[in-house]
């Protein structure tokens, strides 16, 4: 209870969505949010969400076995299946349409907070993977353990991790209790302990998937110098948060302002601040107003804060910096972020 409190989640008169995919994470948390509720200290509405991305010829047996735990236990059930598949990277476009599944949800039943199953090992996973792409500060922090559903425009502006998805959003929060302290061998332990069964997905032993292999290859052999790499790759995030905090703290608060928009961009980013931020603050400042602007980094790497930051502080690097799907212009001592529109063919 003492995490569901440092959270703010609601404990009476209040609806939550908890996403349930029917594996050992997810069924963990959705037995212990009820046994709080059994025992009176949640008076809440429990909406177990279940997406069937369908990749799998036997994937609706997950939905069965959700749905017979949600039936057992009076658990309220919502579920979807994925049709609408689209060209590029599926894990992305997957969790894309997870997420807007979830939303969805809890836009319709008025709910303020989406739960999901995330653990440490999901930190550490992330953490590893933004590091192998390239990412500053804001990707090595990893996961925040409270985040907004919020919409961008950019397909690929989406963090590893994080949801943000290309439709209108209402003021929800996406909430992960179990992030800072739990285990999948927590979780595990916690199924067989109170005799609950859980699905195994085939698609999680696949290392043709990034994350899988970093978590069935690259972990373990990291795992040999350190056995205890994923609490250390979970601290690195926290103190990355808490170093890249006052910049972010600093973009909101000080030039970097991107409230006002116009149709194919956002606020500009005054390039005398640049200046008299120096190296170091300077990397931040553009990374908070590209996150602002974009709606995240995703495939934002070290080599792209560093032109538009060149851009702005040397008089021999042009005009424009070339970001993907996106361009950065300096014009009249400001810079501007604009996405490319799609070429029509």
């Known amino acids: 209870m003492t995490e569901w409190r440092r959270l703010g989640l609601p404990f009476e008169d209040a609806a939550i ?7 050992a994470d997810s069924m963990s948390l959705l037995l212990a949010i009820d046994d709080l509720r059994q025992r009176k200290k949640l008076d809440l509405r429990i909406v177990a969400a279940h997406f069937d991305h369908r990749l799998r010829h036997d994937s609706r047996t997950d939905l069965e076995f959700v749905s017979a735990f949600a039936s057992e236990r009076k658990i309220e059930l919502a579920h979807a299946e994925w049709h609408e598949r689209s060209a590029g ?9 997870r997420y807007k599944f979830l939303l969805e949800t809890a836009e319709r039943l008025g709910a303020g907070h989406v739960l999901t199953a995330h653990t440490m090992n999901d930190q550490a996973e992330t953490v590893l993977m933004n590091l192998i792409r390239g990412s500053g500060p804001g990707g090595l922090a990893g996961i925040e353990a409270v985040s907004h559903l919020r919409p961008i425009e ?3 502006a989406s963090p590893e991790g994080e949801p943000f998805l290309p439709f209108p959003s209402a003021d929800v929060l996406l909430v992960r209790p179990m992030l800072s302290w739990a285990m999948r061998k927590d ?4 199924c067989r302990q109170n005799s609950l069964d859980f699905c195994l997905d085939p698609m999680n032993e696949d290392i043709n998937f990034r994350r899988v292999w970093i978590r069935k290859v690259l972990i373990p052999m990291l795992a040999e110098l350190n056995p205890k790499i994923v609490e250390t790759l979970c601290q690195t995030a926290e103190l990355q948060r808490r170093a890249f905090a006052p ?3 600093v973009g909101v608060k000080g030039s970097v302002n991107v409230a006002i928009k116009d149709d194919n961009g956002g606020g500009p980013l005054s390039v005398a601040r640049l200046r008299e931020a120096g190296p170091d603050a300077a990397n931040d400042l553009v990374r908070e ?14 080599k792209h804060i560093d ?8 008089r021999k690097s042009g005009r424009v910096a070339e970001l993907p799907g996106s361009t950065v212009t300096k014009t009249g001592g400001k810079l501007y972020w604009r996405q490319r529109k799609a070429e029509k063919g």
Do not use: P, Y
């Open 89 to 97: 990277n599926l894990e992305q476009n997957a969790r894309r349409a």
């Open 307 to 314: 032109a538009i930051v060149k851009l702005a502080t040397t």
């Open 187 to 190: 979780t595990e332990g916690f």
């Open 154 to 156: 950019d397909r690929d």
């Open 289 to 302: 107003w590209l996150r602002q602007n974009r709606g995240g980094l995703r495939g934002i790497g070290a």
């Open 247 to 249: 910049a972010r703290e």
């Open 17 to 23: 969505v908890v996403a349930v995919s029917g594996g």
